[in-house]
């Protein structure tokens, strides 16, 4: 069991440029969690899935940001036109059963918009 | 607003000494789970309760079960090693989402 994997570790994106993340989740697991961590907010809720489909985006900024799983094994964040204040540790996280179960986090992966 | 308010914001500790942690929640939750991240920003499980107490060697936690709006961490004979931010992660009842306390930054002093 390798854990829940993200990458990449590090992206370094000009202002405007897209940025997509990675998560694969834990094998079997049904829920998967998206969250941002900065300094300033603390760890935010951007969306989550269950069984692939999206639950609650809720967290989501409208604009520019969309989640996607599209089959079991992995789960994609992509951010369009990035800009500075979207600089930040994104982190993947997924649950057996999001009702019953421990969050798993990956190790995240860092974004730098210059 | 907020629906976990966690304290203290920071906490520096003697090695050797005791101390909790609080997460207080503005409603009432199913469960809650409580994490360690490391220096490199791994975040690492240490509990997850849906009542009750449990305890792992030095640490041991606490949730509400009468209530449900209150969970704590106890930390005993604090180490070098415990120092990391501490975060508290709530399940709400009715809305299948963790919704997580800003975290107490602890530093173990020798």
């Known amino acids: 069991n390798a854990g829940v994997i993200q990458t990449p570790r590090h992206k370094v994106t000009g202002k405007g440029q897209e940025a997509t993340l990675w998560c694969e989740p834990i094998?079997?697991?049904?829920?998967v969690f998206w969250y941002r961590q900065t300094i300033v907010q603390g760890l935010e809720f951007l969306t989550y899935?269950?069984?692939?489909?999206?639950?609650?985006d809720s967290g989501m900024p409208k604009e520019r940001f969309s989640a996607q799983m599209p089959n079991q094994s992995h789960s994609t964040l992509k951010i369009q036109s990035t800009q500075p204040q979207d600089s930040a540790v994104y982190l993947c996280?997924?649950?057996?059963?999001?009702?019953?179960?421990?969050?798993?986090f990956g190790s995240g992966t860092r974004l730098t918009v210059l | 607003g907020d629906q976990v308010e966690q304290s203290p914001s920071a906490l520096s500790l003697h090695e050797g000494t005791d101390s909790a942690l609080r997460c207080n929640f503005t409603?009432?939750?199913?469960?809650v789970q409580w994490f360690r991240q490391n220096s490199r920003g791994s975040l690492i499980s240490l509990f997850y309760?849906?009542?009750?107490t449990k305890e792992n060697g030095r640490l041991k936690s606490a949730f509400d079960s009468k209530e449900r709006r209150y969970s704590t961490l106890h930390i005993r004979d604090a180490q070098l090693e415990d120092s990391g931010t501490y975060f508290c992660?709530?399940?709400?009842?009715?809305?299948?989402?963790?919704?997580f306390g800003k975290g107490t930054s602890l530093t173990v002093i020798p």
């Open positions: 996280a997924s649950s057996l059963e999001p009702s019953a179960e421990t969050l798993y």
């Open positions: 094998s079997g697991h049904s829920a």
């Open positions: 899935f269950r069984n692939q489909a999206p639950i609650d």
């Open positions: 409603t009432t939750m199913r469960s």
């Open positions: 309760l849906a009542s009750g």
């Open positions: 992660a709530a399940l709400n009842t009715g809305y299948q989402n963790f919704y």
